[in-house]
């Protein structure tokens, strides 16, 4: 391993499987063609019965804390000669396969439900959905409520939303894992910037929405029957049903995960995430931002072509500006890359000069 801090760097444009290749593409069709059977067909249950799981959502649970844990061996091999680095990912990988995989197997067992508890609403978009937290324990459901309404935003604020997106969810987790090898794809135009900023602020609006609306259902018993029937009905174009569809099944993982090869792997973190948009509102109110060494940086562009989130982190480097972007999610890849040390990571208050900071134009490279 090298100890610089740039090992693998110089191959990621090299190889195919990591440059939108041919061999990229018949791993996207894999990866989508799998997340079509997984919710659109019963072919894994079978899979899963023989395997002694209950069914095939554990054993997806299964193979997703797999993918993690070979995706972590294969990002701490080129990037774990950081503390910062191998710390997260060891907590990441152990709060998916803990919470998320886990505990929701053993629960049932002593007659409990069948709870992830590292994943929180809109993330996890029915967790306060009256149908769901009245079908919990109330020790649960006081658990969701509070982790979705409090205690994420305040540690968002406190912490940035580092502590969420980069070491908590199982998302992030399999993005800074098994999606490692795709990171430089992400695009860091001003096109895609826009694209993000009102995407991602349109799915959190759905997400509340879609909650307001159920709480109202619930609130009034079902009593109007065609709110009623548009908003919780069963049909698939209810409010409730085609929330789970589109953003539930379509953008989080058939295309969220399936263009991990093409896009890079925060395509659903970056563009489609209501958590993520959400705990971006408060990081940007808070304390945490990447600090800029004033007049070391050579413009490499490391930290851009490494940022997941396709931030262009050089263009504040190269103007000495200490910034905070909602999307960052604090994987601390652009300090790692920077040769000249250039970045840090901060929770602190902001100086006079943050705060008087100007908006820089975000630059097509
Ligand atoms: S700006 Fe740095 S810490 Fe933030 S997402 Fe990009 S690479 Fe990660
Ligand atoms: S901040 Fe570091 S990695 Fe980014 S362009 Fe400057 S020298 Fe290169």
Known sequence: ??????????????EPWRSRGALAYVVAALLTGFYVVLYWTEWLTPAAVALGLRSKWLLYGALYSVAMVGGAAYYLRHHGNSRYNRVRIAVNVGVQVALAFLLPLIMPLF???????SYFWPLSYDKLWPSTLSSLP?????????????VAPLLAYRYGKRWYCSWVCGCGGLANTFGDPWRHLTASSTRSWRFEKVSVHTVMFVAVLTTFLLVLDAATDGATGTFHWLVAGGQWWSVKQLYGLVVGAILAGVVGVGFYPLFGPRLWCRNFCPMAAMLGLFQKLGRFRIAV??????????CTTYCEMGIDVRSYA???????RAAC??????AHVCPRGVLR?????????DKA???LPVVDL
Request: hydrophobic content about 35%; some cysteine; glycine content about 12%.
């Open 329 to 334: 999610v604090g994987c601390g890849m652009c």
């Open 293 to 302: 060494k004033k007049d070391m940086c050579i413009s490499c562009g490391n």
């Open 111 to 117: 007659g409990g439900p069948e709870a992830y508890l």
């Open 357 to 359: 900071r100007v908006r």
């Open 1 to 14: 391993m090298d100890q610089q801090g740039q090992n693998g760097l110089m191959r990621t444009f090299r």
């Open 345 to 353: 990571l901060e929770n602190a208050p902001r100086e006079q000069a």
């Open 138 to 150: 109330v020790y649960l459901a006081l658990y969701f409520i509070v982790g979705s309404l409090l």
């Open 318 to 324: 190269q103007s000495n500006q200490s910034f905070t």
